[in-house]
C-alpha cells in the first residue's frame, strides 16, 4: 500500500534529479491524468496553459505513442511551434520524457535540468522512480480514500516553491 511518505521521498529524490523542475501525468485516460504534479516555474506552467502547447508538444506526443525514454535533443525535429526553445527562457535547457503503460493506465513525464543533459545512468533512475510512483498510485483498491485525497492535495500543492513542508 502507498505511504505518503514513500511517495513524497520519492518526489523529493526526482526534483533532486531534474534542478529545473518536472511535471508528471500519472493514469492518463483520454488526455486527463487522474494526477498531475509540476515543479516547473510558475511562468511556464502558465504560459504553456495560454498557449495550448499540450496539444503541440512533442514529450506529449511522443509519451502517447511510446513508452521509455526519450532525451528533448532526439524530439527536437518533431517541435513546430519552438517549445524547446520557450523552455530555455525559463533555465529548462536540458530535459528527458519518460512514458510508460501498465496495469492498463498510461503515465508520462518530462524531467529538466539547466546545466547539462541527462546521462544514461539518471534516465534509467528516473523511469524506475516513475514505475514506483505509477503502480503505487494505480486505482486498483490498493491506496485508501485518504491516500488518494492526500496524493491528489499534493499534485496541487507542488506549484507552489514550499510543498516540501506541507
Known sequence: MADKEDIRSILLRLEEQSPTGFAIAFHVKFT????????????????????????????????????????????????????????????????????????????????TRHDRDFAEAECQELSELLEKLHNMTLSDGSMSAEQRQNLHDLSVQMTHPDWRKS
Open 32 to 111: 486527463t491524468p487522474e494526477f498531475l504534479l509540476q515543479t516547473y516555474p510558475k511562468e511556464w506552467i502558465d504560459l504553456y496553459s495560454e498557449r495550448g502547447y499540450v496539444m503541440v508538444d512533442p514529450t506529449v506526443s511522443w509519451g502517447f505513442n511510446n513508452e521509455g525514454t526519450k532525451r528533448w535533443s532526439e524530439l527536437a525535429d518533431d517541435d513546430s511551434v519552438g517549445i524547446f526553445k520557450e523552455c530555455q527562457k525559463f533555465n529548462m535547457n536540458y530535459g528527458v520524457s519518460v512514458a510508460l503503460e501498465q496495469g492498463g493506465s498510461r503515465s508520462l513525464a518530462s524531467f
